[in-house]
């Protein structure tokens, strides 16, 4: 393999990956003087089915940055609440239980979105744009990371970059998550996506979540005209063609409300399905010296709450305002510190975001555990619960306490209700027990440390 060493030049970051998390880091420390070295292996608009849907949470931590304004300029659409259907039952809860809070999602196009925080970052004279696959991560005689080796997209040829930290945020298929954690991921399930244009939705500017189906589907605004509709398809097996058709016909058309009816049709003659695994992988990062891993490289979990972004961003805030710390990246060892800081702190800003996205999705594909969350949603939407659940869905509630006391009310709800369906036996209450034990706890075992209890726990 042929290697220049094109770039001589030590940054003090290299940013594997100029996705949601690398591309929005860049922009952000860029903004701050940071000499930062960007690579990714594409930077034409994608168009993916993926990171259409900011919670509030996702909107605040880019609020705190600064990067608000990237949300503006490509028709996205604010999000007020959710709206939750059963059969013939609908309701809605808003973000905001009262006038004292002004909080708000956002519906939009990621690849829009990418543009727009990609373009933001390079406007900077402080940000090097590199065209080019990363191919390997360079490490001295320490075993200290000392930047990366890649292969230019235009000349096809090996060169290397040298910096005194390399984050490496090549998503969900990353390569480089190996050398950086003990990560395992897993699929829960697929999410099958399709647009739905001029449809006019029963609760307009909210999150709809379909629970009379077997198995959840959701959908949301992502431009004035566009609705997203997100179908799961349980199992760790892709859906091929003849599958998503048969699922589509038996598991979703006969329980969409008729408002679709017109535009669901006019999505299907198009026949443009997009299919994207789903995976929960939870972060077990190992410290290194002079590298750090970002978004879906070091953390996933279950996209059914639209929690990715919330957690992104919460990390590319955290592990930025560790390094604005100190008074340049010359120090090695002070480096390393803040790396060790941002991976213990972000467990307490992202427990709740994981353990919600996996627990719901849990819940809302099991028949008696459904019917509960949905009766108390819905009960929880007439009266002021403080703090409600909404806003552990909106990822501004850091407290699992106050998720726990949620997640076991929906139990004892179900239980309730096997007695008033006339349905109380035995063996349904063991699985009412069975069954939310068993989605809780390793979720709360890979997500839950002692931190997550004693820091301030509402938002940021
Ligand atoms: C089906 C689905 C729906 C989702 N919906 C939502 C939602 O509604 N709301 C939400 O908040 N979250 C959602 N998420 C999660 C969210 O999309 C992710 O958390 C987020 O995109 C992760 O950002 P990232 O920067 O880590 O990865 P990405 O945005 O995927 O970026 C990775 C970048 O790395 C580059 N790259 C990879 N390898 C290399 C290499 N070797 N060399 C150079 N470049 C490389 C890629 O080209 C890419 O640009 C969803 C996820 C899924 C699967």
């Given at each position: 393999m042929n290697t220049s060493p094109e770039h001589n030049d030590l940054y003090d970051i290299c940013i594997v990956g100029a996705g949601m998390a690398g591309a929005t880091i860049a922009a952000y420390l860029a903004s701050k003087g940071i000499n930062i070295a960007l690579i990714d292996r594409e930077y034409t608009e994608k168009r993916r089915i993926v990171g259409e849907l900011l919670q509030p949470g996702a909107v605040e931590a880019l609020k705190k940055m600064g990067?608000?304004?990237?949300?503006?300029?490509?028709?996205a659409q604010p999000v007020y609440g959710y709206a939750l259907f059963q059969n013939e039952q609908k309701f809605s809860i808003p973000y905001?239980?009262?006038?004292?809070t002004d909080y708000h999602g956002v519906g939009l196009h990621n690849g829009r979105f990418l543009q727009k925080i990609r373009e933001d970052a390079l406007s900077n004279d402080s940000v090097h744009q590199i065209h080019g696959t990363v191919s390997e991560l360079m490490e001295d005689a320490k075993g200290v990371v000392t930047g990366v080796k890649y292969r230019e997209k235009h000349t096809r040829k090996y060169k290397t970059i040298h910096a005194k930290l390399t984050i490496m945020s090549?998503?969900?298929?990353?390569?480089f998550r190996k050398d950086l954690s003990n990560n395992v991921k897993s699929v829960t399930s697929f999410f099958i996506g399709l647009v739905l244009k001029n449809c006019q939705l029963p609760f307009p500017h909210h999150g709809h979540v379909f629970l009379s189906a077997p198995t959840p589907f959701i959908c949301y605004p992502i431009s004035s005209t566009e609705t997203r509709l997100l179908i799961d398809y349980p199992g760790d097996k892709a859906p091929k063609k003849e599958d998503i058709k048969s699922h589509i016909a038996d598991k979703v058309a006969p329980f969409?409300?008729?408002?679709f009816a017109e535009c669901f049709a006019n999505a299907i003659r198009e026949d443009n399905f997009k299919v994207m695994p789903n995976h929960y992988m939870p972060a077990k990062p190992v410290l290194r010296e002079g590298a750090v891993l970002l978004g879906d490289a070091l953390n996933m979990r279950h996209p059914l709450t639209g929690g990715g972004l919330t957690a992104v961003f919460n990390d590319v805030l955290l592990l930025s305002t560790h390094l604005l710390a100190?008074?340049?990246?010359?120090?090695p060892k002070l480096i390393h510190e803040k790396l060790e800081l941002y991976y213990q702190d972000r467990y307490h800003a992202n427990t709740n975001v994981n353990i919600m996205a996996n627990a719901l999705y849990g819940v809302m594909s099991n028949d008696l555990l459904k019917q509960g969350v949905f009766e108390y949603l819905r009960q929880g939407s007439n009266k002021?619960?403080?703090?409600?659940p909404i806003t552990l869905l909106a990822g501004l509630?850091?407290?699992p306490k106050t998720l726990i006391k949620h997640f076991f009310s929906v139990s004892l709800l179900c239980i309730k209700n096997l007695s008033i369906h006339s349905n109380m036996s035995l063996s349904n209450v063991f699985r009412v027990i069975k069954d939310s034990f068993c989605i809780i706890k390793p979720l709360a075992i890979n997500e839950l440390r002692p931190s997550s209890f004693y820091r301030k726990n509402i938002q940021h």
């Open positions: 990067l608000e304004r990237l949300l503006e300029g490509f028709d905001n239980q009262n006038d004292a090549d998503g969900f298929f990353s390569n969409l409300p008729k408002e100190m008074p340049d990246f010359n120090d002021v619960d403080n703090p409600s509630n850091r407290n």
